[in-house]
């Protein structure tokens, strides 16, 4: 497999619940938040914020429920509300060399590991001026962690998501796009470094 694991979001921090609830976060408040962020107006920077905050507020997919978490706080509170439990494991792809390039991977001797349940919150790191994760709460998936090796000797512990029903994904998603599949079709993909998947411990 050719692989490219990368970060898709900067390293922003998240700030702490109390701040992070006193700062806007809402498309109609955009000039609001930009100058509470001294964010210059027809940026790039702008742009990002502009295009996350539309992200957030788009409807869920069908039987997902979705959520932006501003703050570590509210991250684990749709987390665990969301799987009906607190005793839960996070994971994220872990790459042991820093900017290893796109490269041949092979699936080392310790294979792949199932990760228990069939639900799972996907958290994935949206690019803003601090922490931001678009999370949602997945049916139908399987979760995986497959140990990989890159032809520069690259060690890759990947976080694998399928999805086992697409049916109500939209048509021009697109995962159908590069696969050249329709909906319905069970689709499995790596997650980046930066975006986080929890599930039951049990």
Same mark, same amino acid.
């Given at each position: 497999?050719?692989?490219? /694991?990368?970060?898709?979001?900067?390293?922003?921090? /998240?700030?702490?619940?109390?701040?992070?609830?006193?700062?806007?976060?809402?498309?109609?408040?955009?000039? @609001?938040?930009?100058?509470?962020?001294?964010?210059?107006?027809?940026?790039?920077?702008?742009?990002?914020?502009?295009?996350?905050?539309?992200?957030?507020?788009?409807?869920?997919?069908?039987?997902?429920?979705? /959520?932006?978490?501003?703050?570590?706080?509210?991250?684990?509170?749709?987390?665990?509300?969301?799987?009906?439990?607190?005793?839960?494991?996070?994971?994220?792809?872990?790459?042991?060399?820093?900017?290893?390039?796109?490269?041949?991977?092979?699936?080392?001797?310790?294979?792949?590991?199932?990760?228990?349940?069939?639900?799972?919150?996907?958290?994935?790191?949206?690019?803003?001026?601090?922490?931001?994760?678009?999370?949602?709460?997945?049916?139908?998936?399987?979760?995986?962690?497959?140990?990989?090796?890159?032809?520069?000797?690259?060690?890759?512990?990947?976080?694998?998501?399928?999805?086992? @029903?697409?049916?109500?994904?939209?048509?021009?998603?697109?995962? /159908?796009?590069?696969?050249?599949?329709?909906?319905?079709?069970?689709?499995?993909?790596?997650?980046?470094?930066?975006?986080?998947?929890?599930?039951?411990?049990?």
């Amino acid at each position: 497999m050719n692989l490219h /694991f990368t970060r898709t979001a900067s390293n922003s921090a /998240f700030l702490p619940r109390s701040v992070a609830n006193s700062i806007p976060f809402s498309s109609a408040k955009m000039s @609001d938040i930009l100058s509470l962020l001294s964010v210059e107006p027809h940026s790039e920077k702008a742009a990002a914020i502009e295009k996350t905050l539309h992200r957030c507020e788009e409807p869920a997919v069908a039987g997902e429920t979705s /959520f932006c978490a501003t703050s570590l706080e509210s991250m684990v509170d749709f987390t665990t509300a969301s799987l009906g439990s607190r005793d839960l494991v996070a994971l994220s792809t872990e790459v042991s060399k820093a900017g290893s390039p796109k490269q041949t991977y092979v699936i080392a001797p310790s294979g792949v590991q199932k990760l228990a349940g069939g639900k799972a919150v996907a958290c994935h790191a949206q690019s803003y001026a601090y922490a931001v994760f678009y999370c949602h709460a997945t049916r139908a998936t399987k979760s995986y962690v497959v140990s990989l090796a890159g032809k520069d000797g690259t060690l890759v512990e990947a976080v694998v998501v399928c999805h086992t @029903d697409t049916s109500s994904w939209n048509p021009k998603h697109i995962a /159908f796009q590069l696969l050249k599949v329709s909906p319905g079709t069970p689709v499995c993909h790596f997650l980046p470094q930066d975006h986080v998947v929890w599930t039951r411990r049990t």
